[in-house]
């Protein structure tokens, strides 16, 4: 068998491809996989993740990305979400979260780097990049927990979500929501940042 380079996103092509001829014909999927495949030009799907793997990926194992999706579908069905996501690649933990109210954002805590994936229930434009050797996001902001500045006869001031993006939906704003993870994302600034 000859070596096609693969990419993840040709992997992602291939297997959104098969899951619509499924939808159509009823066939199974993994009958799907191999048709699809054998039209892009592979002997069998096996021949696809060989090539892929040998590009330098690995689409046997869960990974960031598809974490990513899982996300965003969460929010879809309106749950509220809140995990890290350990990449060896670069030894950093991420974190996703997902509110219930149509935002999904992707967080880096040690530089305060963010990235919102879904806003008000509109998927955003992102680029996120996963290799065996390399973690490439393109983060387009930085976040921060600041206190909400509204009158009040408490001392304690609310805390929201502020972030500076070069996103035109959102650009600059506090978000003082209470579906917001605000208290976790404060309490890992602090381990980061005290």
Same mark, same amino acid.
């Given at each position: 068998?000859?070596?096609?380079?693969?990419?993840?996103?040709?992997?992602?092509?291939?297997?959104? #491809?098969?899951?619509?001829?499924?939808? !159509?014909?009823?066939?199974?999927?993994?009958?799907?996989?191999?048709? &699809?495949?054998?039209?892009?030009?592979?002997? #069998?799907?096996?021949?696809?993740? !060989?090539?892929?793997?040998?590009?330098?990926?690995?689409?046997?194992?869960?990974?960031? &990305?598809?974490?990513?999706?899982?996300?965003?579908?969460?929010?879809?069905?309106?749950?509220?979400?809140?995990?890290?996501?350990?990449? #060896?690649?670069?030894?950093?933990?991420?974190?996703?979260?997902?509110?219930?109210?149509?935002?999904?954002?992707?967080?880096?805590?040690?530089?305060?780097?963010?990235?919102?994936?879904?806003?008000?229930?509109?998927?955003?434009?992102?680029?996120?990049?996963?290799? #065996?050797?390399?973690?490439?996001?393109?983060?387009?902001?930085?976040?921060?927990?600041?206190?909400?500045?509204?009158?009040?006869?408490?001392?304690?001031?609310?805390?929201?979500?502020?972030?500076?993006?070069?996103?035109?939906?959102?650009?600059?704003?506090?978000?003082?929501?209470?579906?917001?993870?605000?208290?976790? &994302?404060?309490?890992?600034?602090?381990?980061f940042h005290p």
């Amino acid at each position: 068998m000859s070596f096609i380079k693969t990419s993840q996103k040709d992997i992602k092509t291939f297997k959104r #491809s098969a899951k619509k001829m499924h939808q !159509e014909t009823g066939e199974l999927h993994a009958d799907c996989l191999e048709k &699809i495949a054998r039209q892009a030009g592979y002997h #069998s799907w096996k021949h696809v993740t !060989e090539c892929a793997k040998q590009t330098g990926l690995d689409v046997l194992q869960l990974d960031f &990305i598809n974490e990513c999706q899982k996300a965003l579908n969460d929010e879809f069905e309106g749950k509220k979400t809140f995990f890290g996501l350990r990449n #060896s690649t670069v030894h950093t933990t991420f974190y996703l979260f997902s509110t219930g109210e149509g935002d999904v954002w992707l967080i880096e805590p040690s530089e305060k780097l963010a990235l919102c994936l879904m806003w008000h229930y509109e998927p955003q434009v992102v680029f996120i990049e996963e290799t #065996s050797k390399n973690l490439d996001i393109g983060w387009d902001g930085k976040f921060d927990i600041k206190s909400v500045s509204m009158p009040t006869v408490s001392v304690v001031q609310p805390l929201g979500f502020y972030v500076e993006t070069s996103n035109q939906n959102i650009k600059t704003r506090l978000i003082a929501s209470e579906n917001y993870p605000i208290v976790e &994302i404060h309490e890992l600034l602090k381990q980061f940042h005290p």
